[in-house]
């Protein structure tokens, strides 16, 4: 239950709070006549135009974000700084009079009352709803699948230590081994867990079993099986954790998380704080849709001098790899003459004689992308983003390039660090050289370096440059 549909149950429970608290400081304010009132204030619309602040905010800072296996202080402390701030903005916005004066001290003591009230009834209503999701974990409910990758000794301890704390959430659904066995019996399947394979099995494994939490226990020795394990679980959807004397391999990647006094290394953190997530995702879509409506007379110019050219559709789709591995049809305004690839996928090129006349001028000036903005706007794609590449180029590349997967953590974009930097995929070596930038922008993802990259391909485009 809580899995599936815990943002909705959190804001559910956040709503309800706020509904509280507003009515408790209704009843404060018009009762004590803190504030001097000629009529009976408003109560139901204040409090829906309210609610749907704190939710917006909270949304922003990550307060939506999956509790799984988090910690309840840390969450209480998110929710106190959360509301002060809030209320400052609140206080800043409402009472203030036209000199730009506070109204009084009763109106900065209402504030605080508020904000005692708004912070008692949510944090009591997030800790409610935690405990009854930690008795939901202890009795199974709820829990992930999870693998504990390691040596025998080491997963036994791992295991044990797992288990001592249900709610964690982590049901562990069996263990891949690192090295071929020396015996049939030992290691973790003494303690009702299976052996499921090596790891080159693991791939497979995450996918058959519906793994969600990949645990990683490695002796010394083991140590150079770690970016091997890694690259196994790029592009799935799954948390990868270590314990914590691995942490010198991976520095500058990592994030320690320890409830109960049990630490554990996230490989994988989030790549974005919330609100920048939010932000970015914010700006796809003014932008995407500010262009294609703004230009809407170009981009059926160009249809019809794509039609009067070359029989075939004005809009080309071709299926590409997105985020987690999702496939979707990616758009384009056709630049090829109509079955260019009917010999099978190939390598674009410069000067490739499959680009049709207007589709020379349509790449040159980068508006062959422009439908593109439509993938943009259903999610599927981001302004900035490494390119999605198609299946076929993806399965390649991951035997040839055991980090490529990793692109797949993030969405897809139109433009990105890669096209910025480097010149058009040619060969398995561009591609291996675009990897690299790829990489760097997924571990340094920000607004500020999105910004940089739009700024960068506008130049680019202006004068007639970039890929």
């Not at 090295?179 to 790891?199: F, H, N, S, T, Y």
């Not at 040619?426 to 790829?438: A, F, L, M, P, T």
Request: aromatic share 10%.
């Amino acid at each position: 239950m809580f899995t599936t549909h815990e943002k909705p149950i959190l804001m559910l429970t956040d709503v309800l709070s706020l509904a509280v608290a507003w009515t408790v400081y209704y009843l404060v304010r018009v009762q004590t006549r803190l504030l001097p009132v000629s009529a009976q204030p408003d109560f139901l619309m204040p409090m829906v135009v309210i609610s749907l602040f704190w939710v917006l905010l909270f949304l922003l800072v990550g307060l939506y974000r999956p509790w799984y296996a988090a910690s309840r202080f840390d969450e209480l402390l998110l929710v106190f700084k959360t509301t002060l701030i809030g209320c400052l903005i609140i206080f800043f916005v409402i009472f203030m009079d036209d000199e730009g004066t506070t109204v009084g001290t009763s109106s900065r003591m209402l504030m605080v009352l508020y904000w005692v009230i708004v912070l008692a009834c949510v944090g009591s209503g997030r800790l409610l709803l935690r405990s009854v999701q930690r008795r939901m974990l202890i009795a199974g409910i709820g829990t992930h699948n999870t693998l504990i990758v390691g040596s025998p000794a080491r997963s036994r301890e791992l295991f044990d230590q797992v288990s001592k704390y249900p709610a964690l959430g982590y049901r562990v659904d069996g263990y891949v081994r690192v090295e071929k066995p020396e015996r049939k019996k030992g290691g973790l399947w003494d303690r009702g867990a299976e052996v499921l394979g090596g790891i080159e099995d693991l791939s497979t494994i995450i996918k058959r079993r519906n793994i969600r939490e990949v645990l990683i226990a490695l002796d010394s020795k083991d140590h150079n099986r770690l970016l091997e394990i890694i690259s196994a679980c790029n592009g799935q959807p799954v948390g990868l954790k270590i314990v914590p004397d691995l942490y010198d391999i991976i520095s500058g990647q990592a994030r320690t998380n320890q409830i109960y006094g049990f630490p554990l290394i996230d490989i994988s953190p989030q790549l974005m704080p919330p609100w920048e997530e939010t932000a970015k995702r914010t700006l796809d879509v003014l932008v995407s849709a500010v262009v294609i409506v703004v230009g809407l007379p170009l981009w059926a110019l160009l249809s019809v001098a794509i039609k009067l050219e070359s029989r075939g559709p004005v809009i080309y789709k071709q299926e590409r790899v997105g985020k987690d591995g999702v496939r979707f049809n990616i758009l384009k305004f056709r630049s090829m003459y109509h079955d260019a690839e009917k010999a099978g996928p190939q390598w674009a090129h410069r000067r490739d004689p499959r680009i049709t006349r207007v589709g020379y001028l349509l790449r040159k000036l980068h508006f062959d992308e422009i439908p593109q903005l439509w993938n943009v706007l259903r999610g599927q794609m981001s302004l900035v983003g490494p390119r999605p590449e198609r299946p076929v180029f993806i399965e390649q590349l991951t035997s040839e390039i055991p980090m490529y997967p990793r692109r797949l953590k993030v969405r897809p974009g139109i433009t990105g660090w890669a096209q910025v930097k480097h010149k058009y995929d040619e060969s398995i070596d561009d591609v291996r050289k675009k990897v690299q930038y790829d990489l760097f922008y997924i571990e340094n993802m920000s607004l500020r370096m999105d910004f940089k990259i739009l700024l960068s391909t506008a130049y680019h485009v202006l004068r007639g440059r970039g890929h």
